[in-house]
């Protein structure tokens, strides 16, 4: 159903994704998982048309995403992190709008509008300018445009994100019900393992760009947990972070603890110095703790599908 080889994006010297590959069937549930700025949305963006590949191929229900992009679009729903909307029209009028540029047929227009207004709890405010709803409403809209004419392939980049608890576990078994159905293949970027661990059958690992690892979760606990019971989460940082170095490296700015003297030896200071002895040279000015910065990706805004 999906197929990536090689697939390279690349912004001047820097490769946003470099030589990513991996293939999804009919029916897989993918969970995404990478740090900020590893590449996750912009392979998703690559994956829906919305951002060309520097070179690599990649296949979406049988179609080059490259050479045929609009058969790729209408068997695709797209929930980009900004969800693309309109703040002028109605929720109403905005799913309408939607449905007529995937092309459902007029006579079934309104009963599809309602299908996905009720999956998505949002035929409620139907009526109501989306200017003037919450960002967890807003979100649920964004949802319903993307599983509009119910498409083969779906791309969810943090479908969760600004809702509140009862919100999340509506969203959750709404994927977990296309799921079930068998008729939709979904790829779930998100920072919450514990959506991977209830929806997702195989995982995607990404950093700086590259794969680190591609497995079902029961493969990833099979060859990383030598015999200890992990969580997704532990295998996770064992995947990006293997010494331990990121999760102790010191925040940007962050002035270094200053060391306990040792007891026994006594101070530096308060020592006596040795007739003869030389003095200590004095520390180069502005010497101070090494800071590191990661780079995000470039910022794209989204287009409605």
């Given at each position: 159903?999906i ?5 390279t994006?690349r ?6 994704i470099?030589?990513?590959s991996?293939?999804?069937?009919e ?5 995404f998982l990478g ?7 912009t ?7 919305f ?5 690599g191929?990649?296949?979406?229900a049988g179609f ?8 790729v679009?209408?068997r695709?729903?797209?929930?980009p992190?900004?969800p ?5 029209m109605?929720v109403g ?7 007529e540029?995937k ?7 309104k ?17 109501r ?5 919450s960002?967890?409403y807003r979100?649920r809209?964004g949802?319903?445009?993307a ?5 083969p392939?779906?791309?969810l980049?943090?479908p969760?994100v600004g809702l ?5 576990i ?8 296309l799921a079930a159905?068998?008729?939709?293949t979904?790829?779930?970027?998100t ?5 991977v661990?209830e ?10 760009g590259?794969?680190?690892d591609?497995?079902t979760i029961?493969?990833?606990r099979?060859?990383?947990v030598d ?5 997704l989460?532990?295998i ?7 010494t331990?170095e990121?999760?102790?490296?010191p ?5 270094p603890?200053p060391?306990t ?7 530096a200071?308060s020592a006596p110095q040795?007739a003869g002895a ?6 180069p000015?502005g010497a101070?703790?090494?800071?590191t910065s990661?780079d ?8 409605a599908?």
């Amino acid at each position: 159903m999906i197929e990536v080889k090689g697939l390279t994006k690349r912004y001047r010297d820097r490769a946003a994704i470099e030589g990513l590959s991996f293939e999804l069937e009919e029916g897989d549930i993918l969970g995404f998982l990478g740090p900020n700025g590893a590449g996750k949305t912009t392979t998703m963006r690559v994956l829906a048309g919305f951002l060309p590949a520097t070179s690599g191929s990649a296949k979406v229900a049988g179609f080059d995403v490259f050479e045929q992009p609009l058969e790729v679009k209408r068997r695709l729903g797209y929930l980009p992190e900004q969800p693309p909307l309109y703040p002028d029209m109605t929720v109403g009028s905005y799913l309408r709008f939607c449905a007529e540029v995937k092309g459902i047929a007029s006579k079934g227009l309104k009963a599809e509008i309602d299908r996905v207004a009720r999956l998505t709890r949002v035929d409620d405010v139907l009526g109501r300018v989306i200017a003037n709803l919450s960002k967890g409403y807003r979100q649920r809209v964004g949802l319903a445009q993307a599983i509009i004419g119910s498409p083969p392939v779906l791309i969810l980049d943090e479908p969760t994100v600004g809702l509140d608890p009862l919100q999340i576990i509506e969203v959750r078994d709404l994927v977990r019900d296309l799921a079930a159905s068998g008729k939709h293949t979904i790829i779930l970027s998100t920072h919450i393992l514990q959506e991977v661990t209830e929806l997702c059958r195989k995982v995607l690992v990404i950093k700086s760009g590259k794969l680190v690892d591609f497995d079902t979760i029961e493969g990833l606990r099979s060859r990383h947990v030598d015999g200890k019971e992990l969580s997704l989460e532990e295998i996770y940082l064992r995947l990006i972070d293997p010494t331990g170095e990121l999760r102790h490296r010191p925040a940007e700015g962050a002035t270094p603890a200053p060391q306990t003297p040792n007891a026994d030896a006594g101070s530096a200071e308060s020592a006596p110095q040795s007739a003869g002895a030389p003095s200590p040279e004095p520390a180069p000015a502005g010497a101070g703790a090494e800071t590191t910065s990661s780079d995000g990706e470039p910022p794209t805004k989204a287009a409605a599908n």
